[in-house]
């Protein structure tokens, strides 16, 4: 299977020269240690969300985590050494996201990611997977 970064090349040239200046954006001279998410389930009934891990060299197996009524849970993902990070997905029922691992290209230490999955929040629809800006570990 090729990578993100084989298939983005593969596009064609309008897609190259738009993000050309973007396809080192996951280079880092520190590690990804691991990657948290925050699972919440704002819903009256039990749920299972799903999340899949993506490198740039491979995309981790689905991991799949049932939270109870209106609750949240804190799941710990960790990708093998050296690894660099390009996306979280995440699906619940018949909602699917992704969340970009951007602007870890200048970050000289270990690191962690976080982020958070919210299904029915404030009493509605919406549903959102979201990342944080906090890289600490």
Same mark, same amino acid.
């Given at each position: 299977?090729?990578?993100?970064?084989?298939?983005?090349?593969?596009? &064609?040239?309008?897609?190259?020269?738009?993000?050309?200046?973007?396809?080192?954006?996951?280079?880092?001279?520190?590690?990804?240690?691991?990657?948290?998410?925050?699972?919440?389930? &704002?819903? &009256?009934?039990?749920?299972?969300?799903?999340?899949?891990?993506?490198?740039?060299?491979?995309?981790?197996?689905?991991?799949?985590?049932?939270?109870?009524?209106?609750?949240?849970?804190?799941?710990?993902?960790?990708?093998?050494?050296?690894?660099?990070?390009?996306?979280?997905?995440?699906?619940?029922?018949?909602?699917?996201?992704?969340?970009?691992?951007?602007?870890?290209?200048?970050?000289?230490?270990?690191?962690?990611?976080?982020?958070?999955?919210?299904?029915?929040?404030?009493? &509605?629809?919406?549903?959102?997977?979201?990342?944080?800006?906090?890289?600490?570990?």
């Amino acid at each position: 299977m090729p990578s993100r970064r084989e298939a983005l090349l593969t596009a &064609g040239p309008l897609l190259s020269s738009t993000l050309a200046g973007c396809l080192d954006t996951f280079r880092t001279s520190g590690s990804l240690q691991e990657v948290q998410v925050e699972l919440h389930n &704002g819903n &009256g009934e039990p749920h299972t969300f799903h999340l899949a891990l993506e490198l740039e060299s491979e995309i981790m197996e689905w991991e799949s985590y049932s939270v109870d009524t209106e609750t949240a849970k804190s799941v710990v993902m960790t990708p093998p050494e050296d690894s660099s990070p390009v996306a979280l997905h995440g699906a619940v029922d018949d909602f699917a996201a992704d969340v970009e691992f951007l602007g870890v290209d200048n970050i000289d230490e270990d690191y962690c990611l976080h982020t958070s999955f919210y299904y029915r929040l404030d009493d &509605g629809d919406r549903t959102q997977l979201a990342q944080s800006a906090d890289i600490r570990c």
